[in-house]
């Protein structure tokens, strides 16, 4: 893949997703659905939180391809490397996966249809279903230096409890589940819950890792 190509792909898809951002922002002061902004704002979402994550790395891999020559050692190049490979393709794919899994299954359980008169289809799979293909498109534009797996996932776990913490958080705050889904387990059936989509996103790094390794094969062992 050219480095011409690389650069467009980046700048499109950091614009596509600050404009993403900035449409969310727009609707803030607008008449919202019952129960879904109360403490914590979009903050609570991960779904919210993953559109920045995405909108800040493809930023970011923007401004890396501003530097001339090889960069592969360089600090910003590790940095983008690391936020890719432990957090934007494991969590934005966990994201869509998750999403449209219980969305079959019953979407009031994820997406209540009121959400509907306030966010138009577009953003729903602009935040639910074009962050998977956007993310393999990166696997495909260029390969990424991956960490040591038991840093790697230590990391992302460790970011995982960050996040179960802060849901568990609003609940006992306010009583509110950050979504319906979550009010229909037992506290064991929440442990069982939380640990499966752990797992679940474990698996998603290594296989991030392993299409890293079969797309760039030849770049990351040449011998």
Known sequence: MTSTLKRIYHIITFS???FVVKSLAAKDGEQLPPGIFVYGGPWKYLTFLNVLLQMF???LAAVNDLQCGKNSE??????KDVLFSVFAFPVGTFVVLLFWT???YDRELVYPATIDAFFPPWIN???HTLVLPILLGEVVVEPHVYPQTTHALVTLGGVGLVYL???LWVYFSVGIWVYPLLGHFSSVGLVVFFCFNMS?????YLLGHKLNNRMWKKTINPH
Not at 74 to 79: A, D, E, F, S, V
């Open 16 to 18: 596509w997703y600050a």
């Open 74 to 79: 360089t600090p910003l190049n590790r940095c």
């Open 200 to 204: 679940v996103v474990t698996l998603l």
């Open 57 to 59: 790395f493809f930023g």
């Open 102 to 104: 219980i969305f079959a």
């Open 165 to 167: 913490f802060w849901i």
């Open 125 to 127: 799979h602009a935040m």
